[in-house]
């Protein structure tokens, strides 16, 4: 069964649009990172999908019921973007606390605290945590039960490299056991390599909807060629590769794509002189500025 299945959903707020015709489904145990703008939409995305608020037409179908009932709530984890916790509580004080409210055993909330690696801070205040520590109690809090499908609002912004790779981590154990996971950022590098598929939003929309590879090719951004040289020949490797010299021993190319093999070849080819040579694809923030520009949103 789908786990998440939007048909043409709107929102609006009186006037406004904030989501506009999205149709997105995710299967179980798919990772899918939903990249977007400050008020692209994302949280109302999420908050109709938990049921906290209606849709103004289409239809979300959550583990193949609707939003908010209680089938979907019970197979559903949240994680909201701002966490508000009780500072005067221990980890584990709250997180039983979240148990019960789930009628889930203050065991697996144990157990789940040493899994997100509080373990060792599980019995002091939380006001005493950093904020990585909160959004790991966060996590915890929204993989209380085993959901199935875990919606996750910007859960690495604030974090440290350290913590957000510990972050991936766990969200790839739990698609890894099936569990269909939704995660929003505006942060973008952190995803590249953490996520099975990008959806774009953009004042809304839903410009792509496709994995990292397959959004690379179809936006058919240039590729950027950085060649070492030895220090005598960088103007001249600059000259005969038509390329701009950097400083005093690298030249930079740009090509297209399907350009990149004989470009390397031309580069090989000056022997020598050539000392190193790094092939740059596009970032995942040109290809976001891509998609989100009309060039992109007319594909
Ligand atoms: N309750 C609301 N009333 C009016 N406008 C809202 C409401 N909630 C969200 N919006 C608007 O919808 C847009 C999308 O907001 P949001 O979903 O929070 O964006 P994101 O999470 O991507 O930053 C924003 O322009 C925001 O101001
Ligand atoms: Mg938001």
Redesign the pocket.
């Known amino acids: 069964m789908t786990a998440l299945k939007l048909e043409h959903v709107v ?1 609006r ?2 006037e ?1 649009v ?2 506009q015709d999205v149709s997105l489904s995710i299967e179980p145990g798919e990772r899918v990172a939903l990249l ?12 109709m999908i938990l049921g906290l ?1 209606p849709l103004s037409s289409g239809r979300i179908e959550v583990l193949g019921s609707a939003p908010g009932s209680r089938q979907a709530r019970r197979h559903t984890g949240f994680l909201p ?1 701002n966490v508000a916790f009780h500072g005067a509580l221990t980890g584990r004080e709250q997180l039983r606390h979240f148990a019960r409210l789930k009628s889930v055993p203050a065991r697996v909330a144990d157990d789940l605290l040493e899994r997100v690696g509080l373990g060792p801070a599980a019995d002091r205040r939380i006001r005493t945590y950093s904020k990585g520590m909160r959004q790991r109690i966060g996590l915890a809090q929204a993989l209380l039960g085993q959901p199935k499908l875990a919606l996750l ?2 859960p690495t912004s604030g974090l440290d490299p350290v913590s957000r790779h510990d972050f991936y981590e766990i969200v790839h154990e739990l698609s890894a056991a099936g569990t269909a996971v939704l995660l ?1 950022s ?1 942060a973008l590098t952190e995803l590249e390599t953490s996520t099975d598929r990008i959806a774009i ?1 953009s004042r ?1 929309r839903l410009v792509a909807n496709d994995d990292l590879a397959s959004l690379r090719r179809a936006a058919h951004l240039p590729i950027r060629v950085s060649v070492t040289t030895t220090d005598e020949n960088v103007e001249e490797v600059a000259a005969r590769l038509g390329g701009q010299r950097i400083n005093g021993h690298s030249v930079e190319l740009t090509c297209q794509p399907d350009e990149k093999v004989s470009l390397l070849g031309r580069i090989t080819g000056l022997g020598e002189v050539i000392k190193d040579v790094d092939v740059i694809p596009a970032s995942l923030e040109e290809l976001y500025r891509y998609y989100s520009t009309s060039a992109g949103e007319k594909k």
């Open positions: 929102k707020f009186g406004f904030s989501v977007g703008h400050n008020g692209a939409g994302k949280t109302t995305m999420m908050r608020t973007e609002d910007e929003s505006h939003l809304g």
